[in-house]
């Protein structure tokens, strides 16, 4: 079954703002965790952000119970991109258990660098 294209355009832009209502969500989720967050910012089609994604998951399995890890990617979630104020990528933004920010760091950062921040902002 073909669709027309104006149903296309309806289902695409549907399924793009359920992709934005889950990141916003995650975000959000994140912020208000009362535990450490770090939320970073990147794309698929950039080669420093596949980077830092091998990176994060490691950091996601190490923290798991004490810090909140998001990944945006930029261009579905612009919206949360433009929130963040965000125009390099890859961005970590880096938030206290009170959701404050207390660092943004730009280009890929290795898993040692990621982990010893998150365990001077206390993750333990």
């Not at 612009?78 to 990528?89: D, H, L, N």
């Amino acid at each position: 079954m073909k669709l027309p294209r104006s149903a296309l355009i309806l289902l695409l832009a549907s399924v793009s703002a359920m992709a934005h209502a889950d990141t916003a969500a995650l975000v959000q989720t994140a912020l208000t965790s009362r535990q450490l967050a770090l939320i970073e910012f990147g794309a698929e089609t950039c080669s420093q952000c596949k980077r830092m994604k091998v990176v994060l998951d490691g950091i996601t399995q190490r923290y798991q119970g004490r810090a909140q890890i998001v990944q945006v990617n930029v261009n579905r979630d612009r919206a949360v991109t433009r929130q963040f104020k965000i125009m390099v990528i890859p961005t970590l933004v880096f938030f206290d258990a009170k959701g404050r920010e207390v660092e943004r760091r730009y280009g890929d950062q290795d898993e040692v660098k990621v982990a010893q921040k998150l365990h001077e902002l206390g993750a333990r």
